[in-house]
């Protein structure tokens, strides 16, 4: 065959080539066009990685000298055995070795053969190179896809028609358990939003968005990241916060009637006082009592719910009955406030524990009269009650200073108060809501909060009546 | 007129057979490679001329060659063409005494040689040997005016000097015949294939034809002379500043920053090729009587 014939078979047989093993065999079967070949092997920094036949290797001790002479002058030799002859053919790229070709042979290497070995081990360096650099890129892109994949943060791109384009594990993973956090990632990227959480089935994503240019085209970027254990650790810290305020804030709220009591009885026993004078004083103990008695029921409650060991006896009773005996309770403190209690009620039998009802009542009615706005001239509560065939709704609604839209789904925890410092700018022991709540529940009902700040709050409870 | 004088003046040596056989072989290296190692094997003189340079440090062989026919498969035909040529050019250079230091002129021609089969390796040129045999002549222009015309050669070469720039420059400027043409024309004359007589054209200024089918070689051979008249100076009878042609960076695809690389490159090549580019090679003409 025409040398430029036998090139051109060879080239197309590299084009074919995937690995390096294929080459190899394409090099010997096209180096056997010209000379023969008793055994061939193929060296890779100063190891066999290739062999024909199987299982045949040349004695190193014959040639293993010549190799760093081969490699750095980058030319094919052959070195004369008293039998034969040693073929080294260095396959390089530019002056970088890539492998060496050792073949072990019969013939004498014409200069011709010699030439046309040179340019098949030229051509077959570009394709080794290509197949080590493909090799080459094929693994840094398994390293980085494992690094994507294996991160803890979910990895999405959307493309620019919020089309899901890649996904890595992670993300996946949340999608197919939660398959709702998709569609809130989209929406709240509609609305434009960079920076934002999401909850879901109770827990926590915090979700970032990018926008960002991939291989010429505009995409974005989204990392979820599951923000759960960190809210929890939050929350955790947040209660721990407000205990200690909790107990700073009742001292202060015990101290205060207390003191009062004692300073009374202190002058009612060194100061001869007159009997109208003593009732007067006495009076004011009795209602300090009452404070102070109010006080410890709410923070044996706290210990009950703390504990939730809150029990509840139910007995038939009329609803109105109770509402209004809770609103004389805070007739007192309406008055004093300026509060109107404006009164709708429409009355029905529903098996309940009273004491505790009509303790929902007074919180309910308390907080609206604490929080009214001092601003405003016509400062009211309202209370609505209807009957709703199996249920009772109670609407609890005032014009009070409303609670920001942030912490309305807070308002039921133990301790909290918006204002949460120690502010006092309300008495209170943080405890009412949260009572309210856990007795609501225990009745099988529900309370529901509206407010808008500066504006109004709305409490709905549905109690059931049996 | 310089065609004349070459092919008429007896002052200019004429290969003998051997050689004009080795010189065939260079364009078409297939014809009767197997025969050619034969004559030069009778030829006692040259082989054993050829084995002492194939076995110098510049190749550094790991075990040394004692017959012509492991030469040829072990550094391959091309090399020990080479050798061949380089013994008959010495001889040449060597053949008659004038006013000039024909060793150095030779060690000129050798780390040429030398420096442009490192190039063409460097910038991946896979015709390396017949680089270096174009290195190897690019100059022959400046040896044939030394025979023809010994005095002017060695003027040129003073003025070159006093006015420090390149002799070429100076050639060119008086409008006489330069030795890049009396080179062609003695390239010719030895029949010598196109490419080397391209080469000792166009080997001071590549960009006078730069569409020339071996502008690659031409460049090689260019920058080569180049890093030799800068680390061998006044070797080659050629002073000043070397003209560096732009052309070869797009040519060869390299930048001008790779130059101090391949700069240190040569000068470690040089170092460890002293015995070939210094030694010569004593010989009787190997030129027809």
Known sequence: ?466 | MVRELISSITEIPTPDIVVQQIISTASNPNTSAKELEKVISMDIGLSTKILKLVNSAYYGLPRKITKLSEAVVIVGFKTVRNLALSVFTYSVLHSKTTFIDHDRLWSHFMATAIFSEQIAKDVGYMNREEVFLAGMMHDVGKLALDLILPAYIFELANVSKKMERPMFIIEYENSFENHMEIGEELLRHWKFPEEYVTVAGLHEKPSLNPNSPYIEMICIVHLANVFSNILLPETSLSYGEPYLDPLIFNVLGIKPSRLETMYKEMKQILSKSKDIVFGGVEDETRVQT
């Open chain 1, 1 to 466: 065959m025409e040398i430029q014939q036998l090139l051109s078979k060879y080239m197309l047989e590299i084009s074919k080539v995937t690995n390096e093993e294929t080459l190899y065999s394409a090099f010997s079967g096209i180096l056997r066009k010209v000379i023969e070949i008793n055994v061939l092997n193929v060296l890779r920094s100063e190891k066999v990685v290739y062999c024909e036949p199987l299982g045949e290797y040349i004695e190193n001790e014959l040639f293993s000298d010549y190799i760093p002479w081969v490699e750095e002058r980058l030319y094919p030799t052959f070195l004369p055995l008293e039998n034969g002859y040693i073929g080294l053919i260095p396959i390089f790229k530019a002056r970088k070795s890539l492998a060496t070709i050792v073949i072990k042979t019969n013939n004498e290497p014409t200069a011709e053969v010699i030439d046309y070995v040179q340019l098949l081990a030229y051509l077959s360096g570009i394709t080794l190179e290509n197949l080590r650099l493909l090799d080459f890129v094929d693994r840094a892109r398994e390293y980085f896809e494992s690094i994507i994949n294996l991160s803890n943060d979910g990895i999405l791109i959307l493309n620019n028609v919020n089309e899901l384009e890649f996904i890595n594990n992670k993300a996946r993973e949340t999608i197919e358990k939660l398959p709702k956090v998709l569609d809130m990632i989209l929406n709240h990227i509609n609305m434009q939003e960079n920076f934002f959480e999401i909850e879901e089935n109770n827990l926590f994503f915090s979700v970032s968005t990018k926008e960002v240019e991939l291989l010429g085209e505009q995409k974005i970027l989204v990392n979820v990241r599951n923000v759960t254990s960190e809210k929890e650790v939050q929350k955790l810290k947040e209660v721990d916060k407000i205990k200690t305020n909790f107990i700073a804030n009742i001292s202060h709220e015990l101290r205060t009637p207390l003191a009062a009591i004692k300073a009374y009885v202190e002058t009612i026993l060194n100061m001869p006082m007159s009997q109208e004078e003593i009732q007067d004083f006495l009076n004011i103990v009795y209602g300090q009592s009452l404070r102070l008695e109010e006080l410890l029921n709410d923070l044996l409650d706290f210990s009950q719910l703390e504990s939730h060991t809150m029990k509840i006896i139910k007995e038939p009773f009329k609803i109105c009955e109770i509402v209004v005996n809770a609103m004389t309770t805070v007739s007192k403190m309406a008055e004093d406030k300026g509060v109107e209690i404006k009164y709708d009620c429409q009355d029905t039998t529903i098996s309940c524990d009273k004491r505790r009802v009509e303790q929902v009542f007074v919180n309910l009615l308390t907080n609206a009269i604490k929080f009214s706005d001092p601003s405003k001239t016509e400062k009211y509560v309202n209370i609505q009650i209807s009957d709703e065939l199996n249920n009772v709704r109670i609407v609890v609604e005032d014009n009070g200073i409303g609670i920001p839209r942030d912490k309305l789904d807070k308002i039921f925890e133990k301790f909290y108060r918006v204002d949460n410092e120690l502010t006092y700018s309300a008495p209170g022991t943080g405890l009412g809501l949260s009572i309210v709540k856990e007795i609501v529940e225990l009745h099988g009902g529900k309370i529901e909060v509206y407010s808008e700040l500066g504006k109004y709050t709305k409490f709905i409870v549905i109690l059931p009546k049996e």
